[in-house]
């Protein structure tokens, strides 16, 4: 877990085990540690101690070293050599993604009953830090349900008094858990800032945002759990009975409109650039006063310890600022074609004629017009342009004979066939295979990429904010739960709010539960949510069926729910040469399976939930092993 970013006084203060005494937190003697009774008479000394509560909350997709869980699930290629693994194995193991950090929550425990006993805080005060601990203490239980399914529910912290049987607890059931999360936001969201302007610490948005989503995924796992019944414990600890779906959508309906109707604050679609994917790529870098769509956040700072390296990890290699380091996060053609044309109609990117003979373009970006606003807003195209300099993205000439003429690096030259000039045949970013730091896909990535100069030196790198909950999502949630409680009309506007802002102007005046699982794939994309949804939708082992993958089963049923996602394919653009054809100088493109990817992603009904530990088991009687263990 991260530790920096944090006052002095907590160096020693917030590492205490699970089990430890009360008198042992917040008031140990080392003279650097402020005593309790002092700590929380003094609000400042408070939010310190909070602060480092805050950093160390959990998250599944972060930007500090968290890139390589963006390029897992077919979404996108890892072009670092040691990530190849990613795209080489057959699946995940029991143990993926698992969490159970005890020490964590009684941390957050002891902080309640400290705060709480205080008897100098002012009142307000004190009950902001009590909801935001609360608050905190809540997502990270649904961090955990979400991975493990039912956990001891602890809210008191234990103190061992020689009886380890009093501390061995049971596991609640799944249910439980949600339900304390939705219970503790409701409790407590009217002791937060109802601001859109506050972003790094908990608000009523951020309380109802976490509601929502949480009511959204307790209720589509009640709903679709019944199509894998191997997922379940009798106790109900895993699994979620059919008949509370209604109940939780219902509650996941009113969160997501307390935000929508403004009680939480002004939050609204993020509007502020005419050009619609720059004005998308903007959601994820733009600190300033005008973003209202980001609710909750991981923040960043330069010139301190709390930055991060995503954008030197994944800046075009031809723009490195530092040169070398680049390149990692390669967007695959699966998601790219995701992206509907502006006819609201799904469609592979056309290479080839219905007579199979390929299609030459004037320009690279040709192939991709007319698509969702959101494509070059999430993703770097062929002959895009990232801090103002285009990418050099091409694999080589393509002759009349149909044969490719290249080379592995833009640095290596080679004359054209009758020519005697040494040229470059191949662009300076990829694509190549097993080029590392170049593109292997023929896309870098866009979303969450710093603008601003010096982001990718490793002196200074990035502090563009991680977004853990946004005003997009909330409309995404509202409309499914409002769809999966029939009422339509109500679903489809607000599926089109966030459509129309990709540019999408012609509305839908159709729903489905395709609809619903596409949307929220191209939206959220490379945020964090795509195994989550797979696995609350039980459709995880049928979207990751551990097959392989045909350029067929690429360019067909996109859009449905269900279409087969186990390996990233690429896009690779050549240049047609051949004088004295019309078609000289123009753009071809194929599509391509990078030499690296030999692995098929398999998910097994023993990941939908993530494998309990021995040493917990071994320590705890009374926890149930998960299904499938």
Request: net charge neutral; aromatic share 12%; hydrophobic share 35%.
């Amino acid at each position: 877990m991260k530790r920096a970013y944090k006052a002095i006084i907590l160096a020693a203060v917030l590492t205490t085990g699970a089990c430890r005494k009360d008198n042992e937190y917040l008031d140990v003697q080392p003279k650097q540690v402020i005593p309790t009774e002092t700590l929380f008479s003094d609000p400042v000394l408070v939010l310190s101690a909070l602060a480092n509560l805050y950093d160390r909350q959990l998250d599944f997709s972060s930007l500090d070293n968290g890139w390589a869980s963006f390029v897992d699930f077919s979404e996108a290629f890892p072009s670092e050599n040691g990530s190849s693994g990613i795209v080489q194995r057959n699946g995940w193991g029991y143990g993926e993604w698992g969490t159970w950090d005890y020490t964590y929550i009684r941390e957050l425990n002891l902080f309640i009953q400290r705060a709480n006993a205080s008897t100098t805080l002012n009142a307000a005060d004190k009950a902001r830090f009590l909801a935001e601990a609360r608050f905190l203490r809540a997502n990270y239980y649904f961090e955990i349900v979400k991975r493990m399914g039912g956990v001891p529910l602890i809210t008191d912290p234990l103190e061992f008094t020689g009886d380890v049987v009093s501390l061995q607890k049971p596991r609640a059931k799944e249910s439980d858990i949600y339900d304390f999360v939705i219970s503790e936001a409701e409790a407590i969201k009217d002791q937060l800032p109802a601001s859109s302007d506050e972003k790094a610490r908990a608000t009523k948005g951020a309380a109802l945002a976490m509601e929502a989503r949480a009511a959204l995924y307790a209720a589509s796992i009640a709903k679709y759990g019944v199509n894998t019944p191997q997922v379940s414990l009798p106790g109900n600890e895993v699994g979620i009975p059919a008949n509370l779906a209604n109940g939780y959508y219902t509650k996941a309906l009113a969160a997501a409109q307390q935000i929508i109707n403004g009680s939480a604050g002004s939050y609204q679609l993020y509007k502020e650039i005419p050009n619609l994917s720059e004005n998308f790529a903007s959601i994820f870098y733009d600190k300033s006063g005008k973003n209202k769509e980001s609710i909750w956040v991981e923040d960043f700072k330069t010139g301190s310890t709390k930055v991060h390296s995503y954008t030197v990890n994944n800046q075009p290699y031809s723009s490195s600022e530092e040169g070398g380091d680049a390149g990692r996060l390669n967007p695959s053609l699966n998601i790219v074609e995701a992206f509907e044309k502006l006819d609201n109609t799904y469609a592979p990117l056309a290479t080839t004629d219905a007579n199979g003979n390929p299609i030459y373009y004037t320009q690279q970006q040709d192939i991709f017009a007319g698509r969702d606003a959101r494509l070059e807003g999430t993703v770097i195209i062929p002959g895009g342009v990232f801090k103002s300099q285009a990418v050099d993205i091409w694999a080589g000439y393509q002759l009349a004979d149909g044969s490719i003429f290249s080379s592995s690096d833009a640095t290596a030259l080679r004359e054209l066939p009758g020519t005697t000039q040494n040229i470059q045949v191949i662009g300076r970013d990829g694509p190549a295979n097993g080029k590392e730091f170049r593109t292997q896909t023929g896309f870098y990535i866009r979303k969450y990429m710093d603008p601003a100069t010096g982001s990718g030196r490793r002196g200074r790198r990035s502090d563009v904010a991680f977004i853990r909950y946004r005003y997009a999502e909330v409309l995404l949630n509202a409309a499914e739960a409002a769809f999966e409680l029939n009422q339509t009309s109500l679903a489809l506007g607000y599926l089109n709010q966030v459509r129309s802002r990709a540019g999408l102007t012609t509305p839908l005046t159709q729903i489905n539960f395709d609809r619903i699982v596409h949307e929220r794939r191209v939206e959220l994309v490379f945020e964090g949510h795509t195994l989550f949804d797979m696995k609350r939708w039980r459709l995880a082992h049928v979207v990751w069926d551990g097959n392989q993958m045909s350029v067929d089963d690429l360019k067909s049923n996109i859009g449905l729910a269900t279409k087969r996602n186990t390996q990233p394919w690429g896009l690779w653009p050549y240049k047609y040469y051949n004088p004295g054809s019309p078609n000289n100088g123009k753009w071809i493109y194929k599509e391509v399976k990078p030499n690296l990817v030999t692995g098929a992603n398999r998910f097994q009904f023993g990941n939908y939930y993530s494998q309990i530990g021995n040493d917990i088991l071994s320590n705890n009687p009374k926890i149930v092993k998960q299904p499938n263990q």
